[in-house]
Structures are given as structure tokens and as C-alpha cells.
């Protein structure tokens, strides 16, 4: 399985009103619920005006489009970062899914999932 590495930061926040984000970024996710609007977006879109904020994130995706009955992608994944100390924030979209890491355990993640036969596209 291919991995493309994303080359922007990434920040996580939470904020207050959907009017406050820039959709011209080239990344974008928003998450809605009763509790709170959540927004991953690069770091150079990111709202100045947020309730929390946590910058410093890097990203890879999973290559091509993956249909609704694979099952455990995203589990296989996660697991070998967990076992390696590693946090994640992940993101799915219709078509695949977003991994991200704090910036410091990027390269560690990378190198923990090519160790175990996942390739790494550095674009």
C-alpha cells in the first residue's frame, strides 16, 4: 500500500462559528456535531479567532480510492503507530483516508510504516 506524504503543517482547532474558515484552502475538513465544529486545515488558512488550537501536525494519505468494503486500512495503520508511541489525528473522506502526527513524530511514523512493507511517496 502506497502512503503520499502531504508537505504543508496542519493545525487542529475548535471553533465557534463556520464563517471564520477559508474553504481556498487545498485542505479542508470540518467535523460538526452538537458539542463542538471542529476544523484540520493547513496552518498558513487557519482561523486566528478559535476556542482551541493545536498547530504542529503532519499528514499522509492513503493512495487511491478506497471502496466501503475494505475493512482494517486504517487499523493496520494505526496500530503500528500506536505500537511505536505514536499519536494520531485521522480524517476520512469519501475516498480515502488522512493520517496526521505531530510534526516531531512524522519521520518516525514514516519510517515505522515502511519498515512494515507500506510504501512512502514523498512527492
Known amino acids: 500500500m502506497e502512503l ?3 508537505e504543508q503543517e496542519f493545525t487542529v482547532c475548535k471553533i465557534d462559528d463556520v464563517n ?11 467535523g460538526k456535531t452538537k ?3 471542529s476544523l484540520v486545515c493547513s496552518t498558513s488558512y487557519a482561523p486566528t479567532e478559535v476556542i482551541e488550537r493545536s498547530d504542529g501536525w503532519r ?3 492513503i493512495h487511491g480510492i478506497l471502496d466501503f ?4 486500512i486504517l487499523s493496520k495503520i494505526t496500530t503500528i503507530l500506536a505500537e511505536n508511541h505514536i499519536g494520531v489525528f485521522a480524517v476520512s ?3 480515502t483516508d488522512y493520517i496526521l502526527t505531530k510534526t516531531v513524530d512524522f ?3 514514516l519510517d515505522a510504516l515502511e519498515q512494515q512493507g507500506y510504501r512512502i511517496n514523498r512527492r
Open 4 to 6: 503520499i506524504v502531504i
Open 20 to 30: 471564520k474558515i477559508n474553504f481556498s484552502d487545498e485542505y479542508c475538513f470540518l
Open 35 to 37: 458539542e463542538e465544529i
Open 59 to 61: 499528514a499522509f494519505r
Open 69 to 72: 468494503s475494505l475493512i482494517g
Open 93 to 95: 473522506t469519501y475516498n
Open 107 to 109: 519521520e518516525k511514523a
